[in-house]
């Protein structure tokens, strides 16, 4: 067991035909392997680990190059920053004290695609000053990846100031109430929820306001907002929203934010994507869309594009109730995997 508080282990190996950690390593195992441990065998001249089921997960070569320690932990940090890994490997791997001539990674596509072999060879080692590069002249920019909005606005959210949440505020309770005068009573409750779903500010009474409003646009809207979560009630929820889109006016596009959510309960991701790009591009700093986004970016793996959604979102309203699971999250990856922080 190397790592008790995590639960995972590299499998025990049989009393070593060599001395030193080097021949426990390289010691066939003896007895059945539990199922979820980590085999450690020697092949060929090199260290393979290998799954219970016997896939093979990571090897290195016996044959290397000694050094530092610490050289050899910045080593086994890029490894993982680059590359990723098991972290009981790596870190079996980082005690070694030496980079081995190739290591090759068997990377198992969490999203069903075919896996892959990542072989890297090291031709030399050798230890050179950290100067740093210079940055004069150069700016930060964002990147982002298909599905995503494009990268023009992903750096004006991420990078720029955010709309001061007053000034917001003021913006919408303006549009509310010219929709109010204007006889559009949907329009300006959606004001109000685009203020919130923004700024994370409630609107006190907003509730009792749309039930003692007698319009029949305002009452189909919060009817469908009150139903159960289940498929049926999500199918007739983005039915409805859809009908009520011309009566939204400018604010149709909230409509589709919580259209996106029905559609996800549907189990229709890329519709739910696709509103909530249309929600972006209505509403640039619309946090909620963010937040969403990143989520559904998280249940198809890309954690990368997940995290350039909500970092997005926590500029805009770093102190947004919608980002509290993201933070748990964050705090609890730094906890159990320190080695990546």
């Known amino acids: 067991m190397l790592d008790k508080a995590r639960g995972r282990t590299l499998a025990d190996a049989a009393p070593p035909k060599r001395t030193g950690l080097g021949g426990l390593l390289r010691s066939a195992l003896s007895g059945p392997k539990p199922q979820g441990d980590i085999s450690v065998e020697s092949e060929a001249g090199h260290t393979v680990y290998a799954a219970a089921e016997g896939r093979r997960l990571f090897s290195y070569s016996d044959e290397g190059t000694r050094i530092e320690p610490d050289l050899g932990r910045r080593f086994v940090q890029f490894l993982r920053e680059r590359y990723h890994g098991h972290p ?9 004290g030496r980079v081995p001539r190739e290591i090759q990674y068997s990377a198992k596509d969490m999203r069903g695609f075919p896996g892959s072999t990542i072989t890297l060879r090291v031709q030399s080692a050798n230890v050179v000053p950290d100067s740093g590069i210079p940055l004069e002249g150069y700016r930060r920019v964002v990147q982002g990846r298909p599905g995503l909005p494009d990268d023009a ?70 009817e469908v907002m009150l139903r159960s979560s289940d498929n049926a009630a999500a199918s007739t929820m983005a039915a ?6 011309a ?51 998280v249940a198809d793996w890309d954690m990368g594009a997940a995290w350039l959604c909500w970092d997005a979102a926590r500029n805009i309203a770093p102190g947004h109730h919608l980002l509290k699971d993201v933070s748990a999250l964050e705090e609890m990856l730094a906890a159990k995997h320190p080695e990546y922080f």
Not at 88 to 96: D, F, K, N, P, Q
């Open 240 to 245: 409805t929203l859809v009908e009520l889109r």
């Open 247 to 297: 009566a939204a006016g400018p604010h149709a596009h909230v409509l589709k934010s919580f259209e996106s959510g029905a559609r996800r309960t549907l189990n229709e991701p890329q519709e739910a994507h696709a509103l909530l790009l249309e929600v972006i591009e209505a509403n640039p700093f619309f946090t909620w869309a963010y937040t969403e986004l990143g989520d559904i970016c």
């Open 88 to 96: 009981l490997i790596l870190e079996r791997l980082a005690s070694e």
């Open 153 to 222: 606005t992903l750096e004006r959210v991420t990078l720029g100031a955010a709309p001061d949440s007053a000034q917001v505020r003021e913006r919408r309770q303006m549009e509310a109430k010219e929709s109010v005068d204007a006889g559009r009573m949907l329009d300006s409750v959606l004001a109000f929820f685009e203020l919130t779903l923004q700024t994370g500010e409630a609107v006190p009474g907003l509730g009792e306001a749309i039930q003692s409003t007698p319009d029949a646009d305002m009452r189909r809207f919060w």
